[in-house]
C-alpha cells in the first residue's frame, strides 16, 4: 500500500511503516507512519483524495502530544453539550456554535480563534 502514499506525494514518500487492517463492512483502514512531520500532515490533508479514490480511510498514529490535544477537544465538546451548545469536532479542532475554538497552550485556556 506504500505506493498509495507515493501516488499521493508525486514523489517517494518516506513511509516508515504501513499496516493494513480491514475495519467494519470490509473495508481497508490503513494505517501509515512517516518518518517525517510534514509528510504526516500533507497526507492527512489528502485523506480526502484517497478515500475517493481507493475507498481507504486513514487513521493517525498521533504522538503524546497530539492525543492530550484531542482528548481536551473531547471534554470541551462533552462540557458545552452538557451546557446545551451545538458543538461540531474534528481530531484536531472544534466549533462552538459556529464559532472556531482553540487550546491556548501559555495560557491554558480555551480561545476563539481570530479574537485576541
Known amino acids: 500500500m506504500e505506493w498509495i502514499v507515493e501516488e499521493v506525494f508525486g514523489k517517494k514518500g518516506r513511509v516508515k511503516g504501513v499496516e493494513e487492517r480491514t475495519g467494519e463492512g470490509g473495508k481497508i483502514v490503513l494505517l501509515v507512519e512517516l518518518e517525517e512531520k510534514w509528510d504526516k500532515e500533507e497526507l492527512w490533508e489528502k485523506r480526502g483524495e484517497i478515500w475517493k479514490r481507493w475507498g481507504i480511510r486513514i487513521d493517525e498514529n ?5 492525543r492530550r490535544y484531542r482528548w481536551k477537544i473531547r471534554e470541551k465538546a462533552r462540557l458545552e453539550r452538557w451546557m446545551g ?8 479542532e472544534i466549533w462552538i456554535e459556529d464559532k472556531e475554538w482553540y487550546w491556548a497552550e501559555e495560557e491554558k485556556r480555551w480561545r476563539e480563534k481570530g479574537r485576541i
Open 62 to 66: 498521533l504522538t503524546m502530544e497530539e
Open 85 to 92: 451548545r451545538r458543538v461540531e469536532t474534528t481530531n484536531r
